[in-house]
């Protein structure tokens, strides 16, 4: 299919492209190359002690201890369960605010409007630690509260979007069959909206399961603060950066999982998931001008000539 913004590259634009591509990927590979052989170079500090590279077996023997691996797990299963709980109540607080957003009352959509940008604008650390200080509801709960308050925000502006880009005709066809405004949004605008939100709804979720990790400040005992705090403390600063490297990996295992679920479902929810392509025309051919030739003898002449009725 030919571009409107730009003309389809020729074979040496091409061949160019492919150049620069090489070029830049060497360069980056290259860099991360000379960026693990440095970390794993001695260190000389300024009294003369050595100290060794970040890749010496020395700095990693403390994974040989189980108690180390169970305290990552627990800090990740911590970590899901905060995930998990603030996940259902932002997705039920995002629904709220789409009918809310988008209702025909002023009553109801004016204040609705008010709070969603009242939350969507504040500082999820702030949010959280405003939780715990006023309501002394418990780090868990602060962390929980917080991100489903602010990621249920951002649902709700998305659900509102995608019911607001439906076609009119869906909302004047319930309208027309008999079916309240209440139940057309709800029985034939919301589950299309959802549908065609739900990757975008996916991905926000992975936002908030790295957003997890500022329950740190308030003392929750999440991934972050069980590997580079606790343990840290525990065995010393010698193992600073593998704590930090273990606890980096397990981040981007769940975000890439879950990332790549959303590329799943953004692929099985697209506009021709399940459709089927027109094969010729459905309009049913025109009455002729003749009047000697029939409507019948018209339908006829267009199966002969390979026309779909």
Not at 105 to 131: C, D, K, S, Y
Not at 242 to 256: D, G, K, Q, R
């Amino acid at each position: 299919m030919t571009s409107v913004l730009y003309d389809v590259p020729g074979p040496k634009a091409r061949a160019r492209s492919r150049a620069i591509s090489g070029v830049g990927i060497a360069i980056i590979i290259a860099a991360l190359v000379a960026l693990v052989v440095v970390l794993g170079l001695p260190k000389v500090s300024a009294n003369g002690a050595v100290q060794p590279g970040l890749w010496d077996a020395s700095r990693w023997d403390v994974f040989n201890d189980l108690q180390v691996w169970r305290t990552l797990g627990i800090g990740a299963l911590n970590t899901l369960r905060m995930a998990a709980v603030a996940a259902i109540l932002a997705l039920v607080i995002g629904i709220l605010f789409s009918f809310g957003r988008a209702s025909e009352n002023a009553w109801v959509r004016v204040p609705t409007t008010v709070i969603l940008e009242f939350f969507r604008g504040m500082p999820v650390l702030l949010m959280m630690l405003f939780i715990l200080l006023v309501f002394s509801t418990g780090s868990f709960w602060a962390g929980v509260a917080a991100l489903a308050v602010y990621n249920g925000a951002i649902i709700g502006e998305a659900l509102r979007a995608g019911i607001k880009a439906l076609p009119s005709g869906q909302r004047e066809a319930g309208l027309a069959i008999g079916l309240t405004p209440i139940a057309t949004r709800f029985r034939i605008e919301f589950p299309q909206a959802f549908r065609q939100m739900l990757p975008i709804i996916i991905a926000q979720l992975v936002v908030l399961l790295k957003d997890t990790s500022l329950a740190f400040v308030v003392g929750y005992n999440e991934l972050l603060r069980s590997g580079n705090y606790n343990l840290s403390q525990f065995f010393g600063n010698r193992y600073s950066f593998s704590f930090f490297f273990i606890v980096l990996a397990i981040y981007l295992a769940m975000n890439l999982s879950l990332s790549w679920l959303a590329r799943v479902i953004a692929r099985r929810t697209g506009s021709n998931s399940g459709g089927v392509k027109p094969t010729g025309s459905t309009a049913p051919p025109t009455k002729p001008a003749d009047p000697n030739l029939t409507y019948s003898n018209a339908l006829g002449a267009q199966s002969t000539a390979g026309g779909t009725v």
